[in-house]
């Protein structure tokens, strides 16, 4: 036996690997003459270390672009990060602190001075961490949203969009981040269900001493920019306020009463505070009747000078105290447990806030049509397809993107703003300053670059991600090179439902944009990983493992086919150890059927057992069906699927079953042609494999035979299906049952395989006797002598498989209690299978919709159990005889 390791050992075998892939440069990828195959990577934050989420999606990633270059495709993943304003300005700010060091204090120069050297030193993690999972990217073409070409990108596309007059300035209400004191898109506001109150509180009547008006609210601390009290307008219980003022509790601000339709006469008391500053329904009712907008929140979350009262406090802590002002001031009326939605920032898990603001913001709508109809059509198709739903519904109801944020980490807004106020855009100073000379009427007046001042906002992460596709081929800058034109557009996305508005739709909407042609061809949405109890992972509920412990203590093969078996495509992984222990097993079988394998000796002089011709024809038979099956289902992208059935055909059929039938008897030799089929066998089965578990599989392939120096698994072709013919598996099928059903014999009457057995068999209903697989029964059963007969046998233990009795003649005496109980419970079992079968086939419905081939193996199992009933039903009566 050639030295093969007696354990398998995951850890050295798995750093030997990626270092010679590396090396030798196979996942690097330019453009030739072959079919492209192209994945570009979610770009994980910058600020990110691996979790399962990533796990899973960069293990289908992998499994994808693997099997694309073994099918001789030009393979190309590219991997990137994304600069994550927020996150990473975040973790920025928060270094800063800890060495004393506040924003505040610091330029804008200064603190992305920080912000790069964080960068440098934390922003390759995740990478590095995906290397261990053994993600075969093209490491070369690497890229960071924040790279030159990509930041240079970015500003093109503003730019060019706000000449198209798609990009606009305005003051609207925004969702306000008070964390990270930066608006968010409504895609970044995660609404959550809460348990709150309803504050009645009654406001006076102006010019009177006792007449009162009672609202309801949910945020009593807002009570303080209220500007008017609004009333349906046929409501008859304010009827007679028409005309009234209204004064505010606490600051006797005078307000007026205003009616409008918009107010909910069932809700609360049926008045409404309207407070125009804090909420985007009241900001509407303030525009449509020119109400004073107060804004009496700081950015930050407390309270401004505007409040009059509790000034610089936080909003939470003024709801508590602002209530107790109320009931002691006699406005509080009741407060009752009321059950809501409330706004939650995506980014910090902060409440948002309604604030109005001037920001940036792109019209969506005409993008959003061509986007919307790709998917409808499936020229761009959603797997699985039930997500076109959700994005249908989104992109109907899209409204305007803000793209501005108020950090200072991201790309800057290129907009120059005059000393009058006025504005220009432009791709740099220098070329706003020339925009800016051409806006001004005066000819003796001359601006220079000093006098301009640029836009301190950053665009919205999203702002760069929408162009990923495209800007990672330089595609913007150079729409003609020679990547984006190979490349571009690339084959599937593999990504999370989730941000299936902020990034799958917005990229599809930049494709058209700018390619006219869509960005990839499919979107495979993966499930959520979540634990035992179905809760999400998360580091904050300890229920998450770390990744890379994992991998240390099981592999990454393991792990990768642990995490893929349980996870079909949009659905949920329900994780648990005991999944990556059965990938670190299937690893463990695979090595221990190398060193059987290895450890047979060749004689060349020896002819190929009749037994093992038809063994070898059966294998390779189950296997061209198995790969058929196989290629379709992840052709489907059901891998999940696809990697059971690979694991079956390996740890069953190739493992449990064809290693068996041809092997060697104790310590004798094979014969050549067998042994070279066996390793063509676990040659093909492991190329199967690599996509899967690509570093077992190359040690395997390294092991099986000779190789030359550079040559690797990975590049090999994937075997083709060739045609088989099914009866032989079905043949195979009967010998299976047939074989347990005698070890099943031997294990109850304790006979041990060594001991020598006979077999009789009798056919029923006229079948035809096929000795096909009698050698292998004979061999695996140890039994010698098998024989065909035309009656029962007495003293035997009989056994039916299909209608077909068989027979083994026992020394000993036979229980014939215990017989008839066995048979009796197998009689019981078929004519209730029988039964269910009937009913079925005499449920007209069935019969006449479902497929024919389908009917017909109903009508075939109904056949063989009335066969198998009259079988025992002769059995049993001669027992009693």
Not at 201 to 223: L, N
Request: glycine share 4%; with cysteine.
């Amino acid at each position: 036996m050639m030295d093969i390791a007696s354990k398998y050992d995951p850890a050295s075998v798995e750093d030997k690997w990626y270092d010679y892939w590396l090396k030798q440069g196979y996942f690097h990828s330019v453009p030739d003459q072959r079919e492209p195959y192209c994945i570009v990577i979610p770009p994980p934050n910058v600020t990110g270390v691996l979790h399962m989420g990533h796990m899973l999606n960069n293990t289908i990633q992998d499994i994808l672009v693997r099997r694309a270059r073994m099918l001789g495709k030009n393979a190309c993943w590219v991997p990137g990060t994304d600069h994550a304003s927020i996150a990473t300005e975040a973790k920025v700010v928060a270094k800063l602190k800890e060495t004393g060091i506040d924003k505040s204090t610091l330029t804008r120069e200064e603190f992305m001075t920080h912000a790069w050297e964080w960068k440098t030193k934390h922003g390759g993690i995740i990478l590095e961490q995906l290397k261990k999972l053994g993600a075969s990217c093209d490491w070369e073409r690497t890229c960071f949203t924040m790279d030159d070409s990509l930041y240079n990108s970015v500003i093109d596309v503003f730019v060019d969009l706000y000449h198209k007059g798609l990009i606009y300035r305005g003051i609207r209400m925004v969702n306000w981040d008070s964390k990270a004191l930066t608006a968010v898109s409504d895609e970044e506001v995660i609404y959550k269900e809460v348990h709150s109150k309803l504050y009645y509180v009654r406001y006076r009547v102006e010019g009177t001493d006792d007449e009162w008006i009672t609202i309801a609210t949910t945020r009593p601390e807002t009570i303080l920019g209220d500007t008017a009290i609004c009333v349906h307008p046929e409501d008859e219980r304010y009827a007679h306020l028409r005309g009234k003022r209204i004064l505010v509790p606490l600051i006797h601000r005078s307000i007026p009463v205003i009616f409008d339709e918009y107010v909910d006469r069932d809700f609360g008391t049926g008045a409404l505070k309207v407070t125009p500053a804090h909420d985007i329904n009241d900001y509407n009712l303030g525009l449509k009747y020119k109400l004073e907008v107060i804004d009496t929140f700081n950015p930050d979350g407390t309270m401004s000078p505007l409040a009059q009262l509790f000034i610089g406090e936080d909003r939470f802590i003024v709801r508590k105290k602002i209530t107790k002002e109320l009931e002691k001031h006699g406005h509080l009326v009741k407060i009752e447990d009321y059950t809501n939605k409330v706004g939650y920032s995506e980014r910090t898990d902060a409440v948002i806030e309604p604030r109005i603001s001037v920001q940036w913001f792109m019209k969506m709508k005409d993008l959003s049509k061509p986007a919307l109809e790709l998917v409808e059509n499936d020229t761009i198709e959603f797997h699985p397809s039930k997500y076109k739903n959700m994005y249908r519904h989104w992109m109907e109801n899209v409204t305007d993107w803000c793209i501005s944020r108020q950090l200072w980490w991201g790309h800057r807004i290129p907009a120059y703003y005059l000393p009058g106020g006025d504005f220009v855009v432009a791709h740099s100073k220098e070329e706003a300053l020339v925009l800016a000379n051409a806006k001004i009427k005066d000819p003796d007046l001359k601006l220079t670059q000093e006098d301009l001042r640029q836009d301190e906002d950053v665009l919205d992460t999203w702002f760069s991600s929408w162009l990923w596709p495209i800007s990672v081929f330089d595609g913007i800058r150079h729409p003609d090179n020679p990547d984006i034109k190979y490349y571009y557009p690339t084959n599937d996305l593999v990504t999370a439902p989730e941000i299936i508005f902020f990034w799958v739709a917005r990229m599809i909407m930049a494709g058209w944009e700018y390619r006219k042609a869509i960005p990839f061809k499919n979107v495979y949405f993966t499930g959520i990983v979540r634990d035992r109890q179905g809760r999400k992972m998360s580091k904050s509920l300890g229920n998450s493992p770390e990744p890379l412990e994992l991998i240390n203590r099981y592999g990454a093969d393991a792990v990768r086919v642990g995490m893929l078996l349980c996870s079909p495509a949009g659905n949920d992984l329900l994780y648990d150890d005991a999944l990556i222990e059965q990938g670190r097993n299937f690893s463990n079988k695979l090595w221990n059927a190398l060193r059987l394998v290895k450890g047979w000796d060749i004689d060349a002089n020896l002819s190929q057992p009749e037994i093992n011709k038809v063994s070898i024809h059966w294998f390779e038979t189950i296997f061209n069906a198995s790969l058929k099956n196989i290629n379709s289902l992840t052709e489907e992208y059901r891998l999940s699927e696809a990697l059971m059935a690979v694991y079956k055909l390996a740890w069953d059929d190739f493992c449990s079953w064809f290693l068996e039938m041809i092997k060697p008897g104790y310590q004798q030799p094979i014969d050549p042609d067998t042994f070279e089929s066996v390793i063509t066998f676990f040659e093909h089965l492991i190329q199967i494999l690599h996509p899967f578990m690509p570093f077992i599989t190359e040690e395997i392939w390294h092991l099986l035979r000779e190789r030359k120096t550079g040559e690797t698994i990975q590049l090999t072709a994937q075997p083709e299906p060739k045609d088989f013919d099914l009866t032989l598996i079905e043949k195979f099928g009967f010998a299976e049952l047939v074989i347990m059903a005698i070890r099943s014999v031997r294990k109850e009457k304790n006979i041990p395989q060594r001991e020598p057995m006979r077999l009789f068999i009798r056919k029923n209903n006229n079948e035809v006797v096929d000795p096909t697989f009698d050698g292998l029964v004979c061999k695996l059963c140890n039994i010698t002598e098998l024989e065909y007969v035309t009656e029962s046998i007495a003293g035997s233990i009989p056994f039916v498989v299909g209608s077909t009795e068989f027979f083994i003649p026992l020394t000993g005496k036979i229980d014939v209690t215990e017989e008839l109980r066995k048979m009796e419970e197998e009689l019981n079992y078929t004519r209730g299978f029988l039964k269910k079968v009937d009913q079925k086939l005499n449920n007209a419905s069935f019969v006449n919709n479902a497929p024919q081939q389908v009917v017909d193996i109903e009508r075939k199992k109904q056949s063989d159990a009335i066969s198998r009933i009259h079988v025992l039903e002769e059995q049993i009566s001669k027992l009693k005889c």
